[in-house]
């Protein structure tokens, strides 16, 4: 594979203006993004009128044919080259019964009976009317991770049929120790998702994940509203049969109380997990009886996907994602009851629009093509994103990089940009100069340990080896005290991120989202110019994959 070489002579040729394209005419695409079309898009995606954006709903109609409507109107070409603007995702909906929802724990005479929603969520993966676990054994496995390349294996037991307990996030999470992990930084392994495919692998019969607000990075609010209503899944020819039959999380303080039914202290169990030396623990006599009731639907969503031809090498591509789907409604929810995802992902669906209306105004198109994609259900695991990068419309081995928008800064500017996922691969070193350009700095997520990498829709391309990047808003907002950015978040993380308040507002600062997309589309519109293959760093999980794709290249 060619790496691409930074030295001050390859990197001004990257940066200089291409005779097809000048600076002039750069110039003039970036400065036209704009706050107010990028707020007209985000307040029509955000309501009520979208119905929460839930795919399969008249939200995701009305959703996808905003989008058609507006890539047309832009006078972009068709994405799929079947000439439409869609590709169909086969999609499964499994929504829990909460009349039938049971899990119930026993030992020796006495029971522990969780209540569904605010102690316990649990459905199942597989589209059957029902599933039933009884009289199951449980099994503490701490983190539930099995990590050979280092030496890790929570899974010292056969598990086959019983139910585990694990907990979020990484064993090193606490500790700091990078010798395995990284530390405080999320790795795959503390995901959610990993916990699941793992004890699935295993052969478990339930899996329930023991929940804290910090090291999952959110509140039990989100699990509850994430996980109570239709759970989407990719509709397999096997049915999901692979997946472990019934999966849900629990409170803190509920797998206390079920600890202690065993004769066990759950906060002494986890210090032990924290090491590599951790054996399973069986919660001895302890039985468990589950069982959940569904609805199934199956649905085709659809990803939405517009083109701009190159008008050199129209068969190497660059691409921008960002997802349009949110949680749709709730109808047991008092007051208001509608998921409008304005910031999640409203804002990045318009940035997306933004970024396509500011290369269809170029004059002449870039040497690369250069492809928008809006991906549906993200919110369900990044489902709309995993079926292109296993079906792409394009061949992965031909893009040549990824950007990523989810989730834009509606509070003002920032002196500097955070980068998700920093150090993973070179695009970040030619932002570099364009981020200095506008008077700002980059600096490496804040928050590592909440595994935003892991947690949206450019890791799938990232799992297949096309180099991806994901930045957000800074935290150091101009005028604004020390600290603001911080509260920002941790405000919007409380009160606002998959709740029905997460709303437009027209009193937001777009100018920071503006500033970021002008980012994006410079660097792309750069990289749409270049001849540059960028590849990942060396020590990237993700490097082997890309350089296995392209080889000798």
Not at 113 to 127: F, K
Not at 373 to 382: M, N, P, R, S
Request: glycine share 10%; with cysteine.
């Amino acid at each position: 594979m060619r790496r691409l070489l930074l030295g001050p002579g390859l990197m001004a040729l990257f940066l200089g203006a291409c005779s097809r394209n000048p600076d002039a005419e750069l110039a003039r695409a970036r400065e036209g993004i704009s706050a107010d079309t990028l707020a007209r898009h985000i307040q029509i995606l955000a309501s009520d009128a979208f119905q929460g954006r839930l795919p399969g709903t008249i939200g995701e109609e009305r959703t996808v044919r905003y989008l058609e409507e507006a890539f047309r109107r832009l006078g972009l070409e068709p994405g799929n080259p079947n000439g439409t603007y869609v590709q169909e995702v086969p999609l499964v909906s499994i929504a829990t019964d909460p009349a039938s929802a049971r899990v119930r724990f026993e030992r020796g005479g006495r029971s522990l009976e969780l209540r569904y929603a605010d102690e316990v969520v649990i459905n199942t993966r597989r589209p059957i009317d029902s599933v039933r676990v009884q009289g199951a054994e449980v099994v503490f496995v701490g983190y539930g991770v099995n990590a050979p390349e280092v030496g890790w294996n929570d899974y010292k037991t056969d598990v086959r049929g019983k139910v585990v307990l694990v907990l979020i996030n990484d064993p090193d999470y606490e500790t700091g120790d990078t010798t395995r992990f990284r530390g405080r930084a999320m790795t795959y392994y503390g995901r959610w998702t990993y916990k699941f495919e793992e004890a699935s692998r295993q052969g478990a019969a339930a899996c329930f994940i023991i929940h804290e607000d910090g090291p999952a990075g959110y509140p039990w609010a989100t699990v509850r509203n994430s996980w109570t209503g239709p759970q989407f899944n990719l509709d397999t020819p096997d049915g999901n049969a692979e997946r472990v039959p019934l999966e849900g999380w629990m409170t803190w303080q509920k797998a206390e109380e079920l600890f202690r039914l065993a004769g066990l202290d759950l906060s002494e169990l986890k210090g032990r997990a924290q090491r590599p030396d951790f054996q399973p623990v069986p919660l001895e006599g302890v039985r468990f009886t589950g069982e959940v009731r569904t609805r199934i639907e199956r649905t085709r969503s659809r990803n939405v996907i517009a083109r701009l031809t190159g008008s050199r090498r129209p068969e190497e591509y660059v691409l921008y994602v960002a997802h349009w789907d949110h949680l749709g409604r709730d109808s047991t929810l008092e007051g208001d009851q509608i998921f409008n995802g304005a910031v999640d992902n409203a804002s990045g669906t318009a940035g997306l629009l933004e970024l396509a209306r500011a290369f269809a105004s170029l004059r002449t198109p870039p040497e690369r093509t250069v492809l928008f994609l809006a991906v549906t259900a993200e919110e369900q695991g990044l489902l709309g994103s995993a079926y292109y990068a296993e079906n792409p419309l394009y061949p992965l081995a031909q893009t040549v990089a990824v950007f990523n928008l989810d989730g834009m800064n509606v509070y003002g500017r920032t002196r500097d940009l955070v980068v998700i996922g920093w150090g993973q691969n070179e695009l970040e070193d030619l932002a570099r100069p364009i981020v200095q350009k506008q008077g700002r700095q980059m600096r490496p997520d804040p928050e590592p340990e909440k595994g935003f990498y892991y947690r949206s829709d450019h890791f799938s391309f990232a799992k297949k080896g096309v180099p991806a990047f994901y930045a957000e808003g800074g935290e150091e907002y101009i005028g604004k005290p020390e600290g603001y950015g911080r509260e920002v978040r941790d405000r919007y993380t409380a009160e606002r991120y998959h709740r029905p308040q997460d709303e437009f507002d027209p009193s937001w600062d777009l100018s920071g989202a503006v500033e970021d997309l002008r980012l994006y589309f410079e660097l792309g519109w750069r990289l749409a110019n270049s001849t540059q293959w960028p590849n990942w760093k060396p020590g990237s999980e993700f490097r082997a994959l890309r350089e296995a794709m392209r080889p000798g290249s």
